[in-house]
């Protein structure tokens, strides 16, 4: 039994547990601050957890994960996407009460996988909020980081009501916009949209010279931005979105030799006509 009678309604009524204070949890922390009962954390680095304590991030921090379990109504894991995988896997042991279970993922088919092994005892909730940094860490954290970014939300067959709305109000708090998504439809889309882009971001500034630096421009920094994203964090989407991100990565090589064998053959009427359908298609995109 799911026992979810013995959770909250409310958001203001219920006890929020976020393990890992990186970026997005210790921005979570900020930007849930007076629509909660209360926010408790837990990072392994001490250090952290000083710090979210000394700039009042959260209510209270711990350097235990089963003191901030105990008793939360809703837990949300801020990790990486393999460290929330081995995060659900403890769960069980670590935390006796019933409770909502959300991740904050960038792919969601295994570890919604994973949520559903579960005890009944647990609602768990997928989720992925589409923002973020180059830099991480809870340094970089801020309360207004979400605002205005998409937030997938992925049930599982075993998703309560409870459950979703909780989920609904974490995301209507911190001033994101939900977006209800199949969990596999998600990651194809954010190998689309996120994971192949920064592998492509990463090979164009792998391919420029060094000694070209003086003639680099906003463009180029916009267009290589997202290599600078952490290695450590990009590897493990990766390592759980392939597929997806190599079809992706196939369909922009198709596009890139059309253009290319365009540009050879000094095409200049198709090229216009490829270029300014590439436009026009990115602009619908972006609305």
Known sequence: MKRDHLLPVRLDDT??????????????????????RSCWAYDPNPDVITMALDLGIVDHAADHPSEILAGADMVIL?????????????????????????????????????????????????????????????????????HGAAFA?????????????????????????????????????AAATSHAPYLISAALGLSIPADSAALIGPGFRSMTRLAASSPALMKEIIATNPANILNSLAEF???????????????????????TSAAEHISVIHG
């Open 15 to 36: 006890r929020i547990a976020i393990l890992g204070l990186g970026l997005m949890g210790g921005s979570l922390g900020l930007g849930l601050k007076g629509h909660c």
């Open 78 to 146: 801020a990790a990486p996407v393999l460290s929330i995988i081995d995060w659900i896997a403890r769960l069980p042991e670590l935390m006796p009460n019933p409770a909502v279970i959300m991740d904050l993922g960038s792919t969601k088919a295994e570890i919604c996988r994973a949520l559903e092994t579960l005890p009944d005892r647990f609602d768990p909730i997928g989720g992925h909020p589409m923002t973020g940094k180059e830099k991480s860490g809870l340094r970089h954290a801020e309360g207004s980081l979400y």
């Open 153 to 189: 939300l992925s049930v599982l067959p075993r998703t309560s009501q409870r459950a979703r709305g909780l989920a609904s109000a974490v995301v209507k708090a911190v001033g994101a916009d939900e977006l209800w998504i199949d969990p596999l439809i998600h990651d194809r889309y």
């Open 253 to 275: 090589r198709s596009q890139l030799d059309r253009l290319e064998t365009l540009v050879r053959g000094n095409n200049i009427d198709e090229l216009d006509a490829a270029l």
